[in-house]
């Protein structure tokens, strides 16, 4: 069945650092790649997409490619904030538009001054 | 706009009682999906709605989960003679079609 897999955290690192977050998939046919972001006490909020292969999803500095070669869709951004310091899910869903979503374990991140 | 709303936010039940969670998603979304969150792990699929239509309910851990919408708005998960092992947050997200928009999400304590 269709899972998702992303890097263990968590992932402590100073402002202004840069980030990657990996993620891999299995899935079959062409699924959607999301990542979600779950900030401290608030709910999941849909960070960015790309619905097919070679797509890039962007979003507050945030980028992710969907790589189908390599079944990958990881996130990326140049310089962190503190105000980046959250929960990060990888997530995909099928071809189909009601498609429920599959959630990766997720990954802590913490920014440092 | 609004966007998806659960209440209550927080629910303490003592084991074998039964609860209730309500889900009000957008106006106009079709898709209506729960989701369960353990401390410290990913979402998991519970059950999608599409209108009033109950289309997956192949997440539901037990028999003693229950999920309705019936004028295909509002839904409420039910769980029957809740246990420990029922604590967790549960989401509600709902869709137009394609990504889909999560609720705060009720957190359950069973006692």
Same mark, same amino acid.
């Given at each position: 069945?269709?899972?998702?897999?992303?890097?263990?955290?968590?992932?402590?690192?100073?402002?202004?650092?840069?980030?990657?977050?990996?993620?891999t998939y299995t899935a079959t046919g062409?699924?959607?790649?999301?990542?979600?972001?779950?900030?401290?006490?608030?709910?999941?909020?849909?960070?960015?997409?790309a619905t097919k292969a070679d797509?890039?999803?962007?979003?507050?500095?945030?980028?992710?490619?969907?790589?189908?070669?390599?079944?990958?869709f990881h996130l990326e951004k140049g310089s962190v904030q503190v105000s980046d310091s959250a929960v990060y899910f990888c997530a995909l869903s099928?071809?189909?538009?009601?498609?429920?979503?599959?959630?990766?374990?997720g990954t802590s991140l913490s920014v440092i001054p | 706009g609004a966007g998806v709303s659960q209440s209550p936010r927080y629910k303490v039940a003592k084991r074998g009682q039964d609860v209730?969670?309500?889900?009000?998603?957008?106006? *106009?979304? +079709? @898709?209506?999906?729960?989701? $369960?969150?353990a401390l410290g792990q990913g979402p998991e699929f519970l059950t999608y709605f599409q209108n009033e239509a109950q289309l997956d309910k192949s997440g539901l851990p037990s028999d003693r989960f229950f999920a309705e919408?019936?004028? *295909?708005? +509002? @839904?409420?998960?039910?769980? $029957?003679?809740?246990?420990?092992?029922?604590?967790?947050?549960?989401?509600?997200?709902?869709?137009?079609g394609g990504a889909q928009y999560f609720g705060p999400g009720t957190r359950l304590t069973v006692l």
């Amino acid at each position: 069945g269709n899972s998702v897999t992303q890097m263990e955290g968590p992932v402590t690192l100073s402002e202004e650092a840069f980030l990657t977050i990996n993620c891999t998939y299995t899935a079959t046919g062409y699924p959607s790649l999301f990542w979600y972001v779950q900030y401290p006490g608030e709910g999941l909020q849909l960070l960015l997409k790309a619905t097919k292969a070679d797509d890039k999803g962007s979003n507050k500095g945030f980028e992710a490619t969907y790589r189908k070669e390599t079944t990958s869709f990881h996130l990326e951004k140049g310089s962190v904030q503190v105000s980046d310091s959250a929960v990060y899910f990888c997530a995909l869903s099928g071809e189909t538009s009601y498609d429920k979503v599959i959630f990766g374990p997720g990954t802590s991140l913490s920014v440092i001054p | 706009g609004a966007g998806v709303s659960q209440s209550p936010r927080y629910k303490v039940a003592k084991r074998g009682q039964d609860v209730a969670l309500r889900c009000d998603p957008i106006s *106009g979304h +079709v @898709s209506l999906f729960w989701y $369960q969150q353990a401390l410290g792990q990913g979402p998991e699929f519970l059950t999608y709605f599409q209108n009033e239509a109950q289309l997956d309910k192949s997440g539901l851990p037990s028999d003693r989960f229950f999920a309705e919408r019936p004028e *295909g708005s +509002v @839904s409420t998960l039910k769980i $029957q003679r809740t246990q420990q092992e029922d604590s967790a947050v549960y989401l509600c997200a709902s869709s137009p079609g394609g990504a889909q928009y999560f609720g705060p999400g009720t957190r359950l304590t069973v006692l």
